[in-house]
C-alpha cells in the first residue's frame, strides 16, 4: 500500500489550490483528441520506419512472432519478416536494424503514483538507497545539520521492515536528535509515520487531541503521544505547517518520473489515485506534464473521495484519448500487510495488530463501488488482506446484483493474501487482480518468518493459481512503494525468489516467462482499458516497443534482471536510448 491510496494524506504537501489551479490551466484540454483511425496500407505506400533482423514477440496470439515491422504516422502498419518488411522502405524511410535484439511491446505498469515526484527533494531512507539503519540515521542527522532553523527535516520511504538494523523512532528518540526543528518520517507503505514534539506542535497535534475516525495519533498507557501516526486521516492533521515546492517544479519532477519510466521500458503508466492532494489541482498537475510531450502515454483512477468535486468538474469515463484517459475511480478498503493494518481473516503473528483494521463499513463501501459502477466507471479497489479482499467482492458482487454491467473490469489493487475460492468469484464477477509482485522479492522471508507464517505466505500473490482460474493479471510497481522495473516484475514472478537468497516463496504459483511479459504488457493494457491501441504488436496499433539486449524468453529466468533496455519507441519515435 502507498501514500496515494489514500485521498488526503497528500494534503499537507500542497500549494493553495487556487494559485494551482491557475498554474495548470495550460493542461486543462489535454486529454480530449481523438483516436486515429487504423492505417491502411495502400499499394505503393511507403513505410516512415522499419525495424528489421529482430526477435519481435508481439503478444498477438494470431501472429505469435516476427522479425520486423512497418510504422507509419506513428501507427504499425505491417508485421512479418525482413525480407517482406524490407519491400516496405523508399527514399525517406527509416531503417532500423536490431541485429538480432529482442522487441516486445512497450511494457504497461498498470498501477503506480505520479503525486510521488513530489517528495523529490525528501531525504531517502528507503531500504534500496541505504545499507543499514547505521546509514538511514547517518542521513537523518546529517539532514538535521544542514537544515536552517525553523526548517522541517523530511524522510520518506523509511522501512524498518526490510532495512537491517534497528533505529529508534519513537517521539523521544527524535527529540534527542533535534528538539527545535519539526522532523517528519514517513514509512514507504505510506499508512505509518512518525515525528517529534516541534512537528506535533506545528500540526497543532497534542495529547489531548482526539484520533480522528480512521487514524489514530498513538498514545502509551499513561496517554503520552508515543510520535507513530497512524493512516490517512491522521497524518493529514500534519498539512498546515508542512513545506511546499512550487507547481512548476511538481511537473519537472512528474516530467523526470516518466523519463526514468521509459528508460525501465514504459510507455505506458496507469496511476492509480488522482485527487489525492487537491483533486482538480492534481488533475491539473497530470495534464500540464502530458502537455509537455512526456515518453509514455498514461490511464487514470479519480480518487472515489473527491466524487463531488469531479461530478460538479463535469468528469466522465473517457477512453477516447490516446495520451491520457481518466477512465476508473480508486477507493482503498485497507491499509499496509507490512505495517498491521491489511485487513485480515485471522490475526497475524504480531499479536499488537491484531487483524488489522478496515477503512470502511461493509455498507459504505457498497455504496462507494455502487455510485461509480453505476455511472459507468470502472472501479480498482486496494485489498491487502483476504478480509479486505472478502469486502471488496461483496461491494463488486452488490453492484453487479443492483445494475448487471458487461466489461466494466472491475480491478482489486495487490490482492496480496488471495485465496483460491477469492479468485473463483473474482472470475465470475468479470473482477480480476493486479498483483504488487515485488512483495514476494522484496518481503517475502518477512511476512513468511515474522508476520503470516509460511501457510499463510503462501496465498502471497497467487500469479499461476489466477491464471488456472481463468482471470487475467498484471503485475505491477505501486511506485513509489517499490521501483518501476517491469524486467523485475517479470523476473519475480517467475522465480518466485526472495531478494539476496536462494529461497522461494511458494515457487507454486511460479509462472512462465510468457505469461509474466502478457501481465506487463496486453493484460495489463486491458486492465487500464488501452488494450486497444497499446499491449500488442499488431496493424493499427500505436508504434509503442520496447528493445532488449536479450531475450527474457532465452536466459536462465535469474538473469532476467540483468537484461538492459536498449531503447524505448513510443509512436514510432525512440523516446529513450541507452
Known amino acids: 500500500m502507498c501514500i496515494v491510496c489514500n485521498p488526503g494524506l497528500f494534503s499537507f504537501l500542497k500549494q493553495g489550490a487556487s494559485s494551482r489551479r491557475e498554474f495548470f490551466k495550460v493542461g486543462g484540454a489535454l486529454g480530449s483528441a481523438a483516436l486515429l483511425p487504423q492505417s491502411v496500407f495502400a499499394a505503393g505506400d511507403v513505410a516512415d520506419t522499419i525495424f528489421i533482423n529482430a526477435a519481435v514477440v508481439t503478444m498477438n496470439p494470431a501472429q ?34 536490431l541485429a538480432g535484439k529482442t522487441l516486445l511491446p512497450g511494457f504497461v505498469d498498470p498501477h503506480m503514483h505520479y503525486t510521488f515526484a513530489f517528495l523529490d527533494s525528501w531525504l531517502d531512507l528507503g531500504p534500496f538507497a541505504n545499507r543499514s539503519m547505521t546509514d538511514v540515521k547517518s542521513k537523518l542527522v546529517a539532514g538535521i545539520a ?91 492533521a500534519f498539512a498546515k505547517a508542512a513545506p511546499h515546492i512550487s507547481g512548476a517544479q511538481y511537473v519537472a519532477n512528474v516530467g ?48 472515489s473521495t473527491a466524487m463531488e468535486t469531479w461530478k460538479k468538474m463535469g468528469l466522465k469515463p473517457d477512453n477516447s484519448s490516446e495520451h491520457l484517459r481518466i477512465n476508473g475511480v480508486k477507493a482503498w478498503v485497507d491499509g499496509t500487510n507490512q505495517g498491521g493494518s491489511g485487513f485480515q481473516r485471522e490475526p497475524y503473528l504480531i499479536p499488537a495488530w491484531k487483524t488489522g483494521m478496515p477503512n470502511y463499513s461493509q455498507t459504505d463501501l457498497n ?60 472470475k465470475k464477477l468479470g473482477v480480476s487482480p493486479s498483483f504488487l509482485i515485488g512483495h514476494v522479492y522484496y518481503y517475502g522471508a518477512v511476512f513468511r518468518d515474522r508476520i503470516f507464517g509460511a501457510q499463510r505466505a503462501n496465498l502471497i500473490d497467487p500469479c499461476r493459481t489466477a491464471l488456472e482460474k481463468g482471470l487475467r493479471i498484471s503485475l505491477h510497481s505501486d511506485y513509489n512503494c517499490q521501483p ?95
Open 484 to 578: 518501476i522495473e517491469p524486467l523485475r516484475y517479470i523476473h519475480n514472478a517467475v522465480t518466485r525468489n526472495i531478494r539476496n537468497t536462494n529461497q522461494q516463496l511458494n515457487p507454486a504459483e511460479t509462472i512462465t516467462v510468457m505469461q509474466a511479459i502478457r501481465a506487463v504488457t496486453l493484460d495489463a493494457a486491458w486492465q487500464c482499458q488501452m488494450d486497444d491501441i497499446v499491449g500488442s504488436i499488431e496493424n493499427g496499433k500505436c508504434a509503442d516497443f520496447v528493445i532488449l539486449d536479450k531475450d527474457p524468453r532465452q536466459v536462465p529466468p535469474m538473469e532476467i534482471l540483468n537484461i538492459t533496455v536498449s531503447a524505448t519507441w513510443m509512436n514510432g519515435i525512440r523516446r529513450y536510448a541507452a
Open 367 to 426: 455504496a462507494v463501488v455502487r455510485a461509480a459502477h453505476d455511472a459507468g466507471w470502472q472501479v480498482g479497489i486496494h485489498a491487502n488482506g483476504d478480509a479486505g479482499i472478502d469486502m471488496a467482492l461483496n461491494a463488486y458482487a452488490a453492484a453487479q446484483t443492483q445494475n448487471p454491467k458487461r466489461d466494466m473490469r472491475h480491478r482489486i489493487e495487490h490482492s496480496t493474501v488471495c485465496h483460491p475460492q477469492q479468485l473463483e468469484q473474482m
Open 64 to 97: 505469435p512472432e516476427a522479425q520486423a515491422i512497418a510504422v507509419r504516422a506513428g501507427r504499425i502498419v505491417a508485421v512479418g519478416t525482413t525480407n517482406d518488411i524490407t519491400k516496405l522502405k523508399g527514399s525517406a524511410t527509416q531503417v532500423v536494424d
Open 146 to 236: 544542514a537544515a536552517k532553523p525553523g526548517e522541517w527535516v523530511m524522510g520518506q520511504l523509511f522501512d524498518p521492515t526490510i532495512t537491517p538494523g534497528e533505529m529508534a523512532v519513537s517521539i523521544k528518540a527524535l527529540d534527542e536528535l533535534s528538539a527545535t526543528l519539526p522532523i517528519f518520517i514517513l514509512e514507504a507503505n505510506g499508512h505509518i509515520a512518525h515525528a517529534n514534539t516541534a512537528a506535533f506542535k506545528a500540526a497543532g497535534v497534542t495529547k489531548d487531541t482526539p484520533s480522528p475516525a480512521h487514524g489514530r495519533y498513538v498514545q502509551d498507557a499513561q496517554g503520552n503521544l508515543t510520535g507513530d501516526i497512524q493512516e490517512t486521516a491522521a497524518i493529514s
Open 256 to 303: 523526470k518520473l516518466f523519463a526514468l519510466a521509459a528508460s525501465k521500458g514504459c510507455t505506458t503508466l496507469h496511476d492509480c489515485g488522482i485527487g489525492s492532494i487537491d483533486p482538480e489541482g492534481d488533475l491539473g498537475v497530470l495534464r500540464a506534464a502530458m502537455a509537455q510531450n512526456p515518453p509514455i502515454r498514461m490511464s487514470a483512477y479519480l480518487v
